[in-house]
């Protein structure tokens, strides 16, 4: 089976720098997302990892650790804005891919 | 705007009933995804179908069942509905079968059994 945790909550400061940790077992790991979602709206695309390293867009960033079953979500420069649920995806499996979502991080950004 | 339609918006029905749920994909993707959100599980993989085959299912109850049309519009049916099939349903689309492509999620139908 597939098994994804991210940490429940967090709260952090407008201006600051926050990581958004995500640990996984898989089996046949394909690549791993992180999409932003909005109380009561779709979720939405900010990055894709399948290889070791960093991935920087702007003032996010994620990366990955395959040996480790590791990924974190780096947002710089909080804006209030940012309040919202950040939830990591694999997609991975044994003859028949999809993509599982653990059940999300929400992150509260206080002034 | 996702590009991606989902119908109705929100649902309310009794227990032991059938709904169709409906999504349109944005022109031109393949894929259609369902998804599941709830509060305690968050989004959980229903079933996935790339131009008009069932590409890969997830954990989804034998009373529920999708299919995608010449068109590629998808249509998820639920049937003998219970309390605990109230959620949030998002169908996503992607122009291929999937991998490294990213979902393009539409607004979801939210749905209440009383």
């Known amino acids: 089976g597939q098994n994804i945790d991210q940490p429940t909550e967090m709260t952090a400061t407008e201006g600051a720098i926050v990581q958004i940790n995500c640990t996984y077992q898989t089996s046949g790991f394909n690549g791993l997302f992180w999409y932003q979602q909005h109380a009561g709206e779709a979720p939405t695309f900010l990055s894709y990892?399948?290889?070791?390293g960093l991935e920087e867009k702007g003032r996010f960033s994620s990366f990955l650790s395959r040996s480790k079953g590791y990924s974190y979500l780096l947002l710089k420069e909080l804006q209030m804005k940012d309040s919202a649920s950040y939830l990591c995806?694999?997609?991975?499996?044994?003859?028949?891919?999809?993509?599982?979502f653990g059940k999300g991080t929400k992150l509260s950004v206080i002034p | 705007d996702s590009g991606v339609t989902q119908t109705p918006k929100h649902l309310i029905t009794a227990t032991g009933q059938r709904v169709t749920l409906r999504c349109s994909p944005r022109s031109g993707d393949l894929s259609v995804y369902w998804y599941q959100q709830s509060l305690d599980q968050g989004l959980q993989f229903l079933i996935q179908?790339?131009?008009?085959?069932?590409?890969a299912k997830g954990n989804i109850l034998e009373r529920f069942s999708a299919q995608q049309f010449p068109d590629l519009h998808s249509e998820l049916n639920l049937s003998s509905l219970e309390l605990g099939d109230s959620a949030l349903y998002f169908c996503?689309?992607?122009?291929?079968?999937?991998?490294?492509?990213?979902?393009?999620f539409g607004s979801g139908t939210q749905l209440s059994v009383l």
């Open positions: 996503a689309s992607s122009p291929g079968w999937g991998g490294s492509e990213k979902l393009f």
């Open positions: 995806a694999v997609y991975s499996g044994a003859g028949s891919y999809q993509l599982t």
């Open positions: 990892n399948v290889l070791d």
């Open positions: 179908y790339y131009n008009g085959e069932e590409r």
